[in-house]
Nanobody, 116 residues
Framework: QVQLVESGGGLVQAGGSLRLSCAASRSIFAINVMGWYRQAPGKQRELVAAITSGHSTTYADSVTGRFTISRDNAKDTVYLQMNSLKPEDTAVYYC??????????WGQGTQVTVSS
């Protein structure tokens, strides 16, 4: 069973930065899209950013220009650099890996808290 291990969450003041990392416990065959989602209390989980195997990226409007997603295919690792953080970015962040067969793998979630 593949596990995704996330790291890098924490407490930061508004305007600060954090970098999230997510690594697979073992190699995943035929990874397609890697992404980050978040879920704030009382809200639905939403896509934050995603990156394809060809390194095409997509971002939620609310984070465009502040967050950058990247991936290391050799390490089956995805990163999320978060700059200019706002209190509304506070949420549990989950990484997701989808392979070419549309199988989804999820991380356990890491808390990001931005204080005003």
């Amino acid at each position: 069973q593949v596990q995704l291990v996330e790291s890098g969450g924490g407490l930061v003041q508004a305007g600060g930065s954090l970098r999230l990392s997510c690594a697979a416990s073992r190699s995943i065959f035929a990874i397609n899209v890697m992404g980050w989602y978040r879920q704030a209390p009382g809200k639905q989980r939403e896509l934050v950013a995603a990156i394809t195997s060809g390194h095409s990226t997509t971002y939620a409007d609310s984070v465009t220009g502040r967050f950058t997603i990247s991936r290391d295919n050799a390490k089956d690792t995805v990163y999320l650099q978060m700059n200019s953080l706002k209190p509304e970015d506070t949420a549990v962040y989950y990484c997701n890996i989808r392979d070419v067969f549309s199988r989804d793998y999820w991380g356990q979630g890491t808390q990001v808290t931005v204080s005003s």
